[in-house]
Structure formats: structure tokens, C-alpha cells
């Protein structure tokens, strides 16, 4: 069975502060795929990044960056300089080739305060 | 140029009563999904078709039927709604290349579904 575990479920930051957000993982598959998804205020899903099992090198895209390590099972996004505009919930997910359904973590509500 | 739609946004109605909501996707995928979202923000697979054939049928309440008449539409009825079915519901398209590979899932904006 699948798992995805965000163990914070909310944070609360000031602008330009730097946030970590925490996603750990569980599957049997050996190739899998790991998301992160943004839920803004307005409600829509908006994706961010999506990575294979088999890639571990780190992303940087902008101000956000993921670390995905195999070794612990964890695929953790930060945003550096946060922005009001980053508050929302987001969405770890991940799914295998044998269930390409994604399953979701429970979310983490990210608040950024000007 | 919207990629997944899905009408209506919104949809308030009586305990009982069908209810359908439909989503269209331009992207050419070949995959499309139905996720509920609660009010606690967890999200959960229902149903998938691929080239519409049912590919995932979750543990939901047999009143819910999707239906596919074509790769790019993917439409939910509900059958005598209930209390409990009030949720967001998602739709999402993705391409499955093959056996061995997963694409990302793009969603719709959403349908809250608010059972009186």
C-alpha cells in the first residue's frame, strides 16, 4: 500500500523567511513517482513538480527547490523568500506504475504574513 | 485555452436528488480521473478511465457512476445525494505512455457539490 505523510499541517511565516515543507513516503513499488501540488485560496490545483524514483538529484526552479532523499523516503520542498502570494495548501502525492492513481498526502497550509 | 473544465463550479441541492457534474479536457491525454476532495482537504482517487474503459473503481457508494463517451470527457452522476456526498470534486487528465511509465495529472478548477 501506498502512504504519504505531511506531518505539519500548518506553518506560519513572515515575508522573506525561508519554509520547509516536509513530505515522507511509503510504497513497495521500485519505480514511483513523487508530486508536489499547490491549492490556492481561489481552490484549483495547480502542479509544481514531478519526480521518478530513479532521479535523485535536487530541483531548483525560481525560489522553490525540492530535496528528494530515497534513503529516508522524503521529498521536502522549500521556498526561499516567501511571499505572501505562497500561502496556500500544498500537496505531496505520489503514485507507481502499478497505481497510477496519486495518492495525497493530508496537505500543509502554508501562511505567509507580510 | 482552459486544459481540464469541469461544470458546474458550484451546485447546491436537496438531499435525494441526481446530480451531474461534467469534465472536458483538451490536453489529448488518454487517462481522466475523479478525486473527492473533503472538508478536512483530503484528497482521494474515485474512479480512472483509460480510453474510456474503468481502470480504477475505488470503494464508493454505488450511487456514483462515471460515465465516458469519449477519451477527452469524463462526467460523474450521483444518484440520491446525501449529506455526506457535500465535498469538492476534482477531475484530473493525465497520458499514460505505458505500462511502465506515469505522466503528471492536470486538474480541473474544482466542483463544490454542498447537499442540503
Known amino acids: 500500500a501506498q502512504k504519504v505523510t505531511q506531518a505539519q499541517t500548518e506553518i506560519s511565516v513572515v515575508e522573506k523567511e525561508d519554509v520547509t515543507l516536509d513530505c515522507v513516503y511509503e510504497t513497495r513499488d521500485t519505480t514511483y513517482y513523487l508530486f508536489w501540488y499547490k491549492q490556492p485560496p481561489s481552490g484549483e490545483l495547480v502542479f509544481l513538480i514531478r519526480r521518478n524514483s530513479f532521479d535523485e538529484q535536487n530541483e531548483i526552479s525560481g525560489r522553490y527547490s525540492w530535496n528528494f532523499q530515497k534513503s529516508t523516503s522524503s521529498f521536502n520542498f522549500t521556498i526561499t523568500a516567501s511571499q505572501v502570494v505562497d500561502s496556500a495548501v500544498y500537496f505531496c502525492a505520489l503514485s507507481g506504475t502499478g497505481r497510477r492513481a496519486l495518492t495525497f498526502g493530508s496537505g500543509t497550509r502554508l501562511q505567509v504574513q507580510p | 485555452d482552459t486544459a481540464v473544465s469541469q461544470t458546474p463550479k458550484y451546485l447546491v441541492t436537496q438531499m435525494g436528488n441526481d446530480k451531474s457534474i461534467k469534465c472536458e479536457q483538451n490536453l489529448g491525454h488518454d487517462t481522466m480521473y475523479w478525486y473527492k476532495q473533503d472538508s478536512k482537504k483530503f484528497l482521494k482517487i474515485m474512479f480512472s478511465y483509460n480510453n474510456k474503459e474503468l481502470i480504477i473503481n475505488e470503494t464508493v457508494p454505488n450511487r456514483f457512476s462515471p460515465k465516458s463517451p469519449d477519451k477527452a470527457h469524463l462526467n460523474l452522476h450521483i444518484n440520491s445525494l446525501e449529506l455526506g456526498d457535500s465535498a469538492v470534486y476534482f477531475c484530473?487528465?493525465?497520458?499514460?505512455?505505458?505500462?511502465?511509465?506515469?505522466?503528471?495529472?492536470?486538474f480541473g478548477p474544482g466542483t463544490r457539490l454542498t447537499v442540503l
Open positions: 484530473a487528465s493525465s497520458q499514460l505512455k505505458d505500462t511502465s511509465s506515469t505522466d503528471t495529472q492536470y
